[in-house]
Every structure is written in structure tokens, then in C-alpha cells.
T-cell receptor, first 116, second 111 residues
């Protein structure tokens, strides 16, 4: 069974640009969640999608958005990039929604974004 | 909002030692996750538990719901166990704010 696939793995952008990151979950998983990891803040929850609906959203500005398609693939978008958006962005898929007692997480390798 | 505290932040031990990493949280949860992250970024889910104890190989995870506390134990530690171990919780009642993470425990096992 293929794992969670994130693309691109590495990217460099400049301030003010926007970026779209993609996450393909494990086949059959309907929940996809996104996280930001920085050296200063550690891991922080961005949002979670389940069956194309956003279920949860973390404390991030509106520049961070996401969506999920009918095949459960998900994208996240960051507009008007700032230097502080440089981070490792991780997605995880799960057969169950968060809050479920059976929702084990399977993480992708992450997309490392550098904003210059 | 749940607060998650891990201890210790850093731990260096000799190969073969018994390792314990602790995690405390502030409000009720539906599940607690133990994650392992090696240099380079990849995260692996070690355990997800909501009560009792789970064992996988040399790893054991326990949770005490009343005490709001969980521990991750590594028996017969090995240099390949060197990694960052992260505790994360899903708040009960639907998890409106998703997962909350601890800051991680950086473990180094010396040969």
C-alpha cells in the first residue's frame, strides 16, 4: 500500500508570492490534516479535512487555506508569503476523523518551504 | 485549549538503558499519540491510545486518564532509537482545534 505522498518536497519562494502544496493520502483514507513545523514553534495544527469538508482549523491567518477533493487528495495554499512562513509542512492521513479513538495518523515526508 | 508538556526536553543515555519520556496534558482528550521524528523530518506514528497500555516490540506506552499523563518507555535502548519523540493529543468533544503537540523530547542513545 503506498504511503502518504507530498509534493513538492522542496521549494523556494519570495515574499509576496503564493504557494500550493499537495498531499495524496493512503488509499481509502478520508481524513487529511496539515501541520506546520518550525524550530521556534514546533508542530502546529493547520486544518483537517474529512470527506471534502473542513472539520477543524488551527490558529493561523486567513492566508492559509486548504481544500480536499472527492478522491481525498488535499491541497493547501499560502498566499502573500512572509519570511515567517518558512517551515516544514506536513500532512497526515487517517481512516477516521480526528477525535476518533481509531484515527491513527500516517504522515508524509513533508514539503520544505523557504521564503526569501 | 489543551496544553501539552513533555519531559525531559533532552535525554542522552547509554545503549541498553531503560528510557522513559513523560507527557502531561491539561484537559480531557479523546486520544493521545506518540510520534517519532528522525533527522530529515519524517514522522512515524508509534502509538495512539485512549486508555491503558500498548506494547510494540521494545516500546511501551501507557496512559492514565485520571492523572492526564502518559509515558513512553523504551527497553534495551539502541542507537537507532535516537530521534525526537513527540506527544500529541486530540481534545475530546470533537477536537475543534485538532491536535495539540508537545515540544518533543530529543533522545540520543550512545553506543
Amino acid at each position: 500500500k503506498a504511503g502518504v505522498t507530498q509534493t513538492p518536497r522542496y521549494l523556494i519562494k519570495t515574499r509576496g508570492q503564493q504557494v500550493t502544496l499537495s498531499c495524496s493520502p493512503i488509499s481509502g483514507h478520508r481524513s487529511v490534516s496539515w501541520y506546520q513545523q518550525t524550530p521556534g514553534q514546533g508542530l502546529q495544527f493547520l486544518f483537517e479535512y474529512f470527506s471534502e469538508t473542513q472539520r477543524n482549523k488551527g490558529n493561523f491567518p486567513g492566508r492559509f487555506s486548504g481544500r480536499q477533493f472527492s478522491n481525498s487528495r488535499s491541497e493547501m495554499n499560502v498566499s502573500t508569503l512572509e519570511l515567517g512562513d518558512s517551515a516544514l509542512y506536513l500532512c497526515a492521513s487517517s481512516p477516521r476523523a480526528s477525535g476518533s479513538r481509531t484515527g491513527e495518523l500516517f504522515f508524509g515526508e513533508g514539503s520544505r518551504l523557504t521564503v526569501l | 485549549k489543551n496544553e501539552v508538556e513533555q519531559s525531559p526536553q533532552n535525554l542522552t543515555a547509554q545503549e541498553g538503558e531503560f528510557i522513559t519520556i513523560n507527557c502531561s496534558y491539561s484537559v480531557g482528550i479523546s486520544a493521545l499519540h506518540w510520534l517519532q521524528q528522525h533527522p530529515g523530518g519524517g514522522i512515524v506514528s508509534l502509538f495512539m491510545l485512549s486508555s491503558g497500555k500498548k506494547k510494540h516490540g521494545r516500546l511501551i506506552a501507557t496512559i492514565n486518564i485520571q492523572e492526564k499523563h502518559s509515558s513512553l518507555h523504551i527497553t534495551a535502548s539502541h542507537p537507532r532509537d535516537s530521534a525526537v519523540y513527540i506527544c500529541a493529543v486530540s481534545s475530546s468533544g470533537g477536537g475543534a482545534d485538532g491536535l495539540t503537540f508537545g515540544k518533543g523530547t530529543h533522545l540520543i542513545i550512545q553506543p
